[in-house]
């Protein structure tokens, strides 16, 4: 762990010194998250990877999915707001673009809740207006915006978004 930390003081004398090059920089940061195993390390790692990627806005996202030409009655989404790095507004910005650009099209998620009975619980009572999806942000921030309707299956319920 001393090893960890040594190298992040250096990311972080690197960050603040214009004379570290670009290919410097990621370099080291490669490395250090090489050496993150451990599951506190993975949450370290990812907040390295936020802190360090250029934050995406609400445009980079709309040119992204411009670029894919996608010309579909129905786009299924499945999505990973961790692995997208750090997006401005988070995932409500991500499904107000999706809503945006494929606003001729019907949009579908998983909003899986794997309400299964426990037994130290028992049966959690699935609800289809205030069950959270455990698949994410962004299908939960989905299935929660006007316009959308959610199927009532109490574990693998989808939500879904568009033209009739």
């Not at 040594?6 to 370099?27: D, G, L, N």
């Not at 790095?85 to 988070?90: F, L, Q, R, T």
């Amino acid at each position: 762990m001393v090893s960890e930390s040594i190298m992040c003081r250096s990311i972080c004398e690197a960050t603040t010194s214009s004379q570290t090059s670009t290919a410097v920089f990621y370099k080291m940061i490669k490395q250090l998250i090489r050496r993150m195993r451990s599951r506190g390390q993975r949450i370290l790692r990812r907040g390295v990877i936020r802190c360090t990627s250029p934050r995406l806005s609400k445009d980079s996202i709309r040119t992204a999915i411009e670029k894919l030409e996608i010309d579909a009655s129905l786009i299924v989404v499945h999505s990973s707001l961790s692995a997208c790095g750090d997006i401005s507004g988070g995932a409500h910005a991500v499904v107000e673009t999706l809503v945006d650009c494929f606003s001729n099209s019907a949009i579908a998620m998983p909003t899986h809740t794997y309400c299964y009975p426990t037994l130290t619980k028992g049966c959690p009572v699935f609800d289809v207006r205030q069950t959270p999806s455990v698949v994410g942000a962004i299908t939960n921030e989905f299935w929660r915006t006007s316009g959308v309707m959610r199927s009532q299956h109490p574990t693998h319920s989808l939500a879904c978004s568009g033209p009739d």
